[in-house]
C-alpha cells in the first residue's frame, strides 16, 4: 500500500481515500499507533483476537478436570462430521493449483509484469525447502509410517464393514510388502500436494494483493475484489481476527508436540519423567528461549536459529541414509512416489469411506491442523516470492517442500519398517508415537549422539516456530505492517507459549488437536472464499505474452 503526499492510500481502483493523522492506515480503524508503549496495532483486531486467547487460557486452566472430555468430545465430533468438509476443501486446493499451472493465468507475475526476483533461485529453493521442515516432520517422520503401516498389517473389520484399527482403505493383512507401500503412501498423502496446496494458495493470494494490487500484507486484503471497501470495516475484521486465533491455535499445537516428544526424549536418555510438570516446563523455557531469539531480531535471531536447524536436521538425513538401510531408502523414495499416486484417488475421496479412523481420525485432523497453520506459512512464502510468475511459484511452492517431504519420510519411515521386518525388531513397532523416534535410533550406530542431536532438532524447531509464528501474528494484528514494533512480538511469543501449556494441562495433545480442528472449520471457510477472490485478482492482472 502506498502513502501519497497529502497522507492518503493508494488504493485497487485507483482513487485515494483521506486518513487521519493519528492513523497508520486509515479512519476506519486499521491501525491506531499508541506512543507510550510504542505500539502499532490494529486495535480492534489486536484487542479482540488478545481478549480471546486470554479469556481461554483462564477457563482452561480454571476449569481443568471438565476441559479434557470436552475437548476429546468436541474433537470427535467435529472429525465425525465435518470429514467430508475438510477433504473436499483439501481437493479443491489442489484442482486450483493444477489450473493455475496450465492456463494462462500462469503468467502473471508477482509484483508486476518487470518485476525481477528478490532472492536468486538457490536462495529462494532453500527457503522453500525451510518452510517444509518443522516439528511435526521430526515427531510424525518415524511414528506414521511405522503407525499405517502396523496398522494395515495387522488390520481387521467388523461385521459392519468398518475397521477397527487406523489402517487405510483395505489394509494388507499379512503382506509386508502391500502393508509398506499403503502405509508410505497413506502417510505422504499427508504431507505433500495437499497442505501444500494450501500454502501456496494463501502465500500466492498474500504476494499478488500484496505486492500487485498495493495493499496491506494481511488476510483482509486477499477479499477486496469480493467486498471492496467493506474489507478495512468488520469484514475485514473479522477475517484478520479468524487469522490470528487460527495461528495462535495452529502453533500451539506444533508446540505441543514438540513439548511431548522432547520430554519422551529426555525420559528416553536421562530417565527424566514424563509429566505434565516436565512438559511445561520445557514449554516455558523454550518459549523464553524464543524471546531472546525475537529480541535479537530476524537477521541475528530467528534467520541464525533457521541455518543451525536446517544444519541439524540435513545431518540427520543423512546419517540416517548412510547408516540406514541406504539402498531400501533411495530405491523406496521412487517407489513410495508411485504408491502414493497410485493410491491418492482412494484416500482422497470425501464419501463412501469405511476406513473411518483413518479418514477422520488422520486425514480430517490434518487438513484442520494444515489450514490452521497456513496463514503463518504462507505469509513467510509470500514474503520472499516476489518477481516469480504465478506457475513457478505454484510448481516449486508445491513440489520441492513436498519432495523434501517425502525424501524424510522415506528415510525415517522406511527405515524403522525395514528394522521390523527385517531384523524383527519389535521395539520400534510397539513404542508410542514420541517415541517411536528414539526407538528407531536406540539400535543404529552413536545411538546417543544422534537421539541427543534429535532432542536439540526439536526445540530449535520449537524455538524457530514460535519466534518465526509470533511475528506472522504481530503483523496481521498490525494491520499488515511487516515492522511492528518489539512488545508486540514479544506479547504474541509469550501468548502462543500460554496457550500451549493452557492445552497441555488441560487434556495434553488431545486438547491441542480439538483446537485446530475447531479454529480450521471456519478458516476453511475463509480460504475457500479467499481462493474465488484470488482468481478474481488474477483475471484483473496484466499477464506477459507468451515468448
Known sequence: MSDNNNGGIQRPDGKVKAIDTDYQIGQ????????????????????????????????????????????????????????????????????????????????????GTEATPDYSYAGWLAMLFAAGMGIGLVFFGVSEPMSHFSAALGGVTMESGVRTDWAPLDGAVGDNATAQALGMAATIYHWALHPWSIYALLALGLAIFSFNKGLPLTMRSIFYPLFGERVWGWTGHIIDILAVVATVFGLATSLGYGASQAATGLNFLFGIPVTETTQVVLIVIITSLALVSVIAGLDSGVKRLSEINMGLAALLLLFVIVVGPTAAILTGFFHNIVSYLEYLPSLSMPFGREDL????????????????????????????????????????????????????MTAFGGTAISQYVNDGYKAVFDADLPLKLFAMLDVMPLAEITSFVGIILIVVFFITSADSGSLVIDTIAAGGKVDAPMPQRIFWCSFAGLVAIALMLGGGLAAAQAMAVTTGLPFTLVLLVATLSLLKGLISEPRPAKK
Open 28 to 111: 476506519d480503524n486499521i491501525a491506531l499507533k499508541v506512543g507510550p508503549l510504542g505500539l502499532d496495532i490494529h486495535n480492534r483486531v489486536f484487542a479482540i483476537s488478545g481478549l480471546s486467547v486470554v479469556l481461554f487460557v483462564v477457563l482452561t486452566l480454571a476449569f481443568r478436570e471438565s476441559v479434557e472430555p470436552f475437548f476429546s468430545g468436541l474433537r470427535g465430533w467435529l472429525v465425525s462430521n465435518m470429514d467430508w468438509f475438510f477433504m473436499s476443501a483439501g481437493n479443491i486446493f489442489v484442482v486450483v493449483c493444477l489450473v493455475l499451472i496450465v492456463t494462462p493465468l500462469g503468467r502473471v507475475r508477482i509484483g
Open 357 to 408: 479412523n483413518y479418514s477422520q481420525g488422520w486425514t480430517a485432523f490434518y487438513w484442520a491442523w494444515w489450514i490452521s497453520w497456513s496463514p503463518f506459512v504462507g505469509m513467510f512464502i509470500a514474503r520472499v516470492s516476489r518477481g516469480r510468475s504465478v506457475r513457478e511459484f505454484i510448481t516449486c511452492v508445491i513440489l520441492i517442500p513436498s519432495t523434501v517431504c517425502v525424501l524424510w
